[in-house]
């Protein structure tokens, strides 16, 4: 029963050591040797540690929960096993500076202390990074992010006694990972979420300040810790009730009093009572309101510039803003840096921002309050997202030079912030430039592969469309053609294709039936049926839409080629090669005479066909239609072209077919090498040339290096794809086959039968890889001798087979001969042996007297006759 196999690309350091499990799906990163090492000799210096600074300096009311949080994280004194302690509660009650004091107070206890924004993954993944960066600098600055965070992880592994806080988190469940890898030393987590955590530690509840601890603050910042007179001290009491005790709005409240002057009690009867309080409990966001209209007024005194760049960063990502992304806000441009850095001092002073080196922060209930401002301010809303906007286009279209062209690391930067503004940013406020920004993040977060990153762009910038332009303009069915495009390539085909459908049908009636926009749209539809298993409705959709695109744009029309290549290739996913075959034949010598002999898509068109050769087992004239497919791939498009890597990858899997590993291990692995370099460890097509490795590998039986990169794999395509992406399930069914193939059953089987309830959740019960699945699952539960559960399984899937691809497809044929292998198994040859002369019949019928796949069968029916004698 074989795995699946797609062509593309991927890749990982060849020859090189040491896996460190990270991320919120466990990724698998793979280090050189040198750099594990160096992970496991560096020593922290005395005190390392990257906590950022505190508020205002003064902490009062929380010894208590310091206490308690101290017997949670120490517990018995034994550090070898990680104990987490989770401290939540709302926006600004103070839950950060708590796990600040606690790091201050117990830092002599830890070997190192290391403070991470944990709001994403992604987030969590840059924290490590600058872990690697700080303890390895010299390593860290030709490695890959992933790379960085996979030696964070792995030094954590070697070292005890350290302290990790994991700030702010959104989800419980993407600390998982960490906790369970990283066992030496003491997770402190800080979330808004109060459930979600039973499974991964104690909770520490914060509650608000007390009246006494609240009023003890207000007084410490505003009188400079001096002692107040008794009529300063009630005063203060007032106005902590008045701000809810909450410490946020204290803090902000005590550095107005101490930057101003001002007296606690001219404060608290100038303070605006704009909103009532609610009868229950406080509203933060209202809280802090009331006090933000007193301080901005003292920021605009000191520096307009101040609140620009406030209004500006509320509409950002509220962590690691970069000071450059703000230059363009700034007056002058010769001193734009110096005038950024004044500015943001201001903001510091007043307990506005936190400021770490090229970066800053500004708490997430500061800019809830900045974008949501009463009726009567309300010209600051439009400016700071009119600046924020204005920031964000210079960072993407710098001058005449384009982000597309510049660092992964400037796009890593800014990818939050676009994320953010586009979140943020109501559809009725776009503008020409939103749409520029949205668009071009989102084909360079999808062009990388991170369809994660590229989908929220996606929404938002058709959401525009929609609202600017209308629901039927050619500019919002472009863009509602890329989003399902995006869903598609994130293998969310059950959102993709209603999009596709709807929006078929409206260009249909804005465009008319032949329209190239609609011709378009019509085979991106068959093609998403397509990849659902839908083929009864893929291929006449792609029979129809040829004919038209012949109609309208003539016989060669490139996009006339291009549907004719499309449509062989369904032929070929149906197993009708006798079709698929002269098709894609026809089309290569159309697209030969029309685009010239090294067009791209000749090359492409030339790569089709010999895979279907391939697939019809004529490995004569794949194998060489490959190899010179490959070598015009080189001369045309470069040795790292992606096109030239998806060749040389086909070529191996074309040795593998053949039998030949010792030389399609070696093409795997220099194209896997390559496939990282040009795309990055983690892209897809990256992906897939590991997993055809692996492939490799257990075809050769060399099953010890086979079922670690199936694992390492596998936990790659969770990290970027997702758990049930329909890579995902097949790379999950590929592990299940290699453990079967060691003979470990007993982690073969579960694995075989959770892939398949997913593969049935995800892509239905008679999609193809679903049959597939249920086949493996079949012929799992046969080598543990259990045929009681096989023969049925493999009866069902073998009428599923019938009915959904034919009576003679190759997976059909390959169904009814495992049907024959098990009833043989089972003694009963009466019924193994008819069926085994059954489907060898058909195999040489359909694939021909000399496939490997006929040869087979014919073996198969010799061995039962034999017993049978």
């Known amino acids: 029963m074989p795995g699946f196999e797609a062509s593309g690309k991927q890749s990982v350091a060849a020859q090189s050591l040491g896996v ?83 790091a201050i107070r117990y830092r002599d206890a830890y070997s190192l202390t290391w403070w991470i924004n944990a709001e994403s993954p992604e987030s969590i993944e840059v924290g490590l990074s600058a872990l690697t960066v700080r303890l390895c600098p010299y390593w860290a600055r030709s490695a890959t992010t992933d790379e960085r965070m996979a030696w964070a992880v792995t030094w954590l592994q070697w070292h005890p006694d350290w302290l990790l806080i994991f700030d702010n988190v959104e989800h419980p469940d993407q600390l998982r990972p960490y906790l369970g890898s990283l066992r030496g030393g003491h997770h402190l987590a800080t979330s808004r979420k109060a459930t979600g955590w039973h499974a991964i530690g104690p909770t520490l509840p914060l509650d608000l300040l007390g009246s006494e601890a609240s009023a003890d603050l207000l007084c410490s910042l505003a009188y400079d810790r001096q002692t107040p007179t008794p009529e300063q001290r009630k005063e203060a009491e007032h106005l902590a009730a008045e701000l809810g005790y909450l410490p946020l709005a204290l803090e902000q409240a005590g550095a107005y009093l101490h930057q101003t002057g001002k007296g606690i009690g001219a404060y608290r009867r100038a303070l605006p009572r704009m909103l009532p309080k609610h009868s229950e409990g406080i509203d933060p966001e209202r809280t802090v309101a009331r006090v933000w209209n007193q301080s901005i007024q003292a920021i605009r005194e000191r520096g307009p510039l101040a609140v620009t760049l406030l209004n500006a960063a509320a509409w950002l990502a509220p962590d690691d803003i970069p000071r450059a992304l703000l230059a363009p806000l700034a007056p002058t441009v010769d001193e734009a840096d110096d005038e950024i850095d004044d500015a943001l001092g201001v903001l510091r002073a007043y307990n506005m921002i936190t400021l770490s080196g090229p970066t800053f922060s500004v708490h997430r209930l500061v800019q809830a309050v900045l974008r949501t401002p009463p009726a009567a301010d ?15 286009h210079a960072a993407v279209f710098n001058g005449d030079d384009a982000m597309s062209t510049a660092t992964t690391w400037q796009w890593e930067a800014l990818a939050p912030h676009i994320t953010a503004f586009a979140i943020n940013l109501s559809p009725a406020s776009a503008t020409v430039s939103t749409f520029d920004i949205f668009d071009r993040a989102a084909e360079n977060a999808r062009q990388a592969g991170q369809t994660a990153r590229a989908i929220p762009l996606f929404e938002a910038t058709l959401a525009q469309y929609e609202e600017v332009l209308g629901d039927t303009h050619p500019d919002t069915l472009r863009s509602r053609n890329n989003l399902a495009l995006a869903y598609r390539s994130a293998g969310d085909l059950a959102r993709a294709t209603p999009l596709y459908e709807a929006t078929l049908a409206q260009r249909e009636e804005i465009l008319g039936d032949t329209h190239p926009d609609t011709l378009t749209s019509r085979n991106n539809l068959a093609y998403v049926y397509e990849s659902a298993g839908d083929l009864a409705r893929a291929i006449p959709l792609f029979e129809a839409t040829l004919a038209q695109y012949e109609q309208v744009l003539g016989d060669t029309h490139p996009d006339t080629l291009r549907s004719r290549n499309d449509l062989a290739g369904a032929y070929e996913g149906a197993g009708d090669l006798a079709r698929a075959i002269p ?24 790569n089709d066909l010999a895979g279907a050769y391939r697939s019809a087992g004529d490995l004569a004239r794949a194998i060489p239609l490959f190899e010179a497919t490959l070598a015009q791939y080189e001369q045309v498009l470069g040795d790292t072209h992606p096109d030239t890597l998806t060749s040389r990858n086909n070529l191996a899997g074309a040795y593998r077919s053949a039998g030949q590993t010792v030389r399609a291990i070696p093409l795997f692995k220099a194209t896997l090498a390559q496939y990282e370099q040009v795309l990055g460890d983690t892209h897809p097509n990256t992906l897939r040339s590991r997993n055809n490795l692996a492939l490799a590998y257990e075809g050769a039986g060399d099953l010890a290096r086979a079922i670690p990169l199936f694992e390492a794999t596998l936990a790659q395509y969770e990290q970027v794809l997702g758990d049930t992406h329909p890579n995902t399930l097949t790379s999950r069914n590929n592990l299940a086959l290699a453990y079967r193939s060691a003979g470990d059953l007993a982690r073969a089987i579960p694995l075989f039968e959770a892939t398949l309830a997913q593969y049935e959740q995800v892509l239905g019960d008679t999609h193809p890889n679903t049959l597939t699945s249920r086949n493996n699952l079949a012929g799992a539960y046969e080598s543990a001798g259990d045929l009681a559960r096989a023969i049925p399984l493999f009866e069902a899937t073998l009428a599923q087979y019938e009915q959904v691809l034919g009576d003679t497809h190759p997976d059909t044929l390959t169904s009814r001969n495992n049907l024959a292998y098990v009833y043989e198994s089972a003694g009963d040859l009466a019924r193994a042996i008819p069926l085994f002369e059954a489907t060898l019949a058909q195999y040489e019928q359909v694939l021909g007297d000399t496939h490997p796949d006929t040869l087979t069968s014919r073996n198969n029916l010799a061995r039962a006759k034999a017993a049978e004698r």
Do not use: C, M
Request: aromatic share 4%; charged share 20%.
């Open 583 to 606: 098709l894609f034949e026809a089309t290569l010598a159309q697209r030969e005479e029309v685009l010239g002999d090294t067009h791209p898509h000749t090359l492409r068109s030339r």
């Open 20 to 102: 460190a499990v990270t991320g919120d799906n466990a990724r698998v990163v793979v280090l050189p040797p040198q750099a594990v090492q160096w992970a496991k000799e560096v020593e922290a210096a005395p005190g390392t540690a990257n906590l950022p600074g505190s508020t205002s300096g003064v902490f009062v009311g929380r010894d208590d929960a310091l206490d308690l949080l101290r017997g949670l994280l120490a517990g018995a004194g034994d550090v070898a096993v990680t104990q987490t302690g989770a401290v939540h509660g709302l926006g600004g009650i103070g839950k950060s500076t708590l796990a600040l004091h606690y």
């Open 378 to 392: 309300s010209d600051h809303l439009s400016a700071g997202r009119v600046d924020a906007e204005l920031a964000l």
